[in-house]
Nanobody
Framework: QVQLVESGGGLVQPGGSLRLSCKAS????????MGWYRQAPGKQRELVAVATNDGGTDYADSVKGRFSISRDILVDTVYLQMNSLKPEDTAVYYCNAEDVVTTTQSGMDYWGPGTLVTVSS
């Protein structure tokens, strides 16, 4: 069973920074992509940033230039450095692992439970 554990959320003032981490565990052989999504109250879940295992990255337009995603493939961990945070970044941030291959399964996607980021003065 693959599990994703997120950490790093919290309360920060506008203009501040936070770093989210997400580690995947569970007899993993490979993960095609790991990324971050977010869901604000009353809104749909949206992509924030994603990193593939060939080094590719993609960002939502709203976070380009402020957020940076990185990945440590050796330890199945993805990070999201968030700078110049705005109140509209307030949301629950979810880690996603796509196309996970384990010793018993392949092609599965997994989600973490989410971590709350609140940007407020």
């Amino acid at each position: 069973q693959v599990q994703l554990v997120e950490s790093g959320g919290g309360l920060v003032q506008p203009g501040g920074s936070l770093r989210l981490s997400c580690k995947a565990s569970g007899n993993i052989f490979s993960i095609y992509s790991m990324g971050w999504y977010r869901q604000a109250p009353g809104k749909q879940r949206e992509l924030v940033a994603v990193a593939t295992n060939d080094g590719g990255t993609d960002y939502a337009d709203s976070v380009k230039g402020r957020f940076s995603i990185s990945r440590d493939i050796l330890v199945d961990t993805v990070y999201l450095q968030m700078n110049s945070l705005k109140p509209e970044d307030t949301a629950v941030y979810y880690c996603n692992a796509e196309d996970v291959v384990t010793t018993t399964q392949s092609g599965m996607d997994y989600w973490g439970p989410g971590t709350l980021v609140t940007v407020s003065s």
